[in-house]
């Protein structure tokens, strides 16, 4: 199963086979649950959405149409938007109980979504160095936009800063990020 | 606005969804018309924004996740005794195993149906794991020998455990699919779902961490692969509280 691909796993997870559904967890589990540890800031919710996440990916696994995106884009996506749920909603209800990330304690295995073959693991792994090169502020903003879905009038509330600041830090983070890619300064 | 115009990152922050209403709307109004180029240009963005999910510090999961993950995914599954609940679950268990280890020897396909049995064991595990918590609130439905009826269970962390009895058998071609109903909004699809030959099934889904949002499940029938609404009227609607 180590040499499957995305379009592989899509048609055995329709065809029910419940084997696929490791492999996939194998190739996005980090990914995910290193996305929801970061949005909700609790190791027990981040697995409670894991959980969920492949939970749906397995009961919506029919309705996934390739023609639209790849596998893990789809994944990826439903991953954000429920981190983005999850975060709003523990905003309004437990804003005084988030403590700043530098507390948390990760242990971090940067090589282990390595190898997969025609996978979404290949271009989070390039993304994730692409935005390695950005400057900090154009990090900060994109990560308040990814991981808590703010508007960028609520980051630049936020940050204290001019709108039309956090705007062009926007773009320049993600045409940079586009730019060394394109370069193939991110592999 | 020609669409030449518009740069590649506009199409990103329109996929992040920070992208001003005006801006919005003009790359909505290309989607409207067709536009071929500005579908290509945000499915380009789609892949490069679901990445960004990898700038997130790297943590690996624990170990028991992977098999937590597992046991609550399910194929449509059989229960062989499901009135004497705990010690009939354990019985299936054991009787499921002893089946595909004989079955093993017996036939080529005996592999696939060997996978599949385990996941109906690790399913059982789950349901009695989820049965047996302090938390989980139990719901029940039906007081009729002959009418449908059984059991939700609902625990904090959102799994959701529907046993049913006594369900009528199914048109051909058509499966029971499960829904959580919210409050306000449109049912989830939770799943599909066919009982044996004595109208007895078990289904499990997760209503997430919203769990309090979920008024009700309901049951419909659908065709075999599902639906992604309802499609038919429901034959059983469960209230949660």
């Not at chain 1, 540890?37 to 919710?45: E, F, I, K, P, V």
């Not at chain 1, 981040?46 to 995106?69: H, I, K, S």
């Not at chain 2, 990445?51 to 059989?78: C, E, F, H, K």
């Not at chain 2, 062989?80 to 268990?93: F, G, K, Q």
Request: charged letters at 25%; proline letters at 6%.
């Amino acid at each position: 199963m180590g040499d499957v691909t995305d379009a592989d796993l899509i048609g055995q997870l329709k065809d029910r086979e419940s084997n696929a559904l490791g492999v996939l967890y194998d190739r996005y589990g980090q990914v995910v649950y290193s996305l929801f540890l970061r949005t909700c800031r609790d190791a027990s919710t981040a697995e409670d959405l894991v959980q969920e996440l492949f939970l749906r990916v397995w009961n919506r696994a029919q309705y996934f149409d390739p023609q639209r995106g790849s596998l893990g884009v789809w994944i990826l996506s439903i991953a954000r938007n429920m981190a983005i749920d999850h975060s709003r909603s523990a905003r309004v209800r437990f804003s005084a109980r988030l403590r700043p990330m530098e507390e948390a304690e990760f242990k971090s295995d940067p090589n282990s979504a390595a190898g997969r073959p025609e996978s979404g693991i290949d271009e989070v792994r390039t993304v994730r160095a692409a935005f390695s090169y950005l400057n900090q502020k154009q990090k900060q903003v994109l990560e308040l936009a990814y991981f808590e879905g703010l508007s960028q009038s609520e980051i630049a509330r936020k940050l204290s800063e001019p709108l039309g600041t956090v705007k062009s830090w926007m773009r320049s983070g993600l045409s940079r990020m586009r730019e060394t890619i394109k370069a193939g300064g991110a592999k | 606005m020609n669409h030449a115009n518009i740069a590649d990152e506009t199409y990103d922050l329109y996929v992040l969804g920070v992208l001003d209403a005006e801006d919005k709307e003009q790359i909505d109004a290309h989607l409207r018309e067709g536009c071929e180029y500005c579908t290509t240009r945000l499915q380009e963005s789609e892949k490069l924004t679901a990445a960004m999910a990898g700038i997130a510090p790297q943590v690996n999961p624990p170990d028991a996740l992977r098999a937590r993950v597992l046991s609550s995914v399910v194929s449509p599954t059989r229960v062989h005794r499901p009135t004497y609940w705990i010690p009939a679950l354990i019985a299936a268990c054991l009787a499921l195993l002893a089946l595909a280890v004989w079955s093993f020897s017996r036939n080529a396909d005996a592999r696939r149906q060997l996978a599949e049995t385990r996941n109906q064991r690790d399913v059982l595990r789950l349901a009695l794991a989820v049965m047996s918590r302090p938390d989980t609130k139990a719901v029940q439905f039906g007081n009729l020998e002959n009418a449908p009826r059984g059991r939700v269970f609902v625990n904090k962390h959102g799994t959701v455990i529907f046993i049913g009895l006594g369900l009528p058998n199914l048109p051909a071609g058509k499966s029971f699919e499960l829904w959580l109903v919210p409050a306000l909004g449109a049912p989830q699809a939770a799943g599909v779902f066919e009982p044996d030959d004595a109208g007895r099934a078990v289904q499990i889904a997760s209503a997430g961490p919203d769990v309090a949002n979920r008024a009700a499940i309901a049951v419909t029938i659908e065709p075999r692969q599902g639906s992604p609404a309802p499609t038919s009227k429901p034959f059983l609607v469960v209230p949660l509280s």
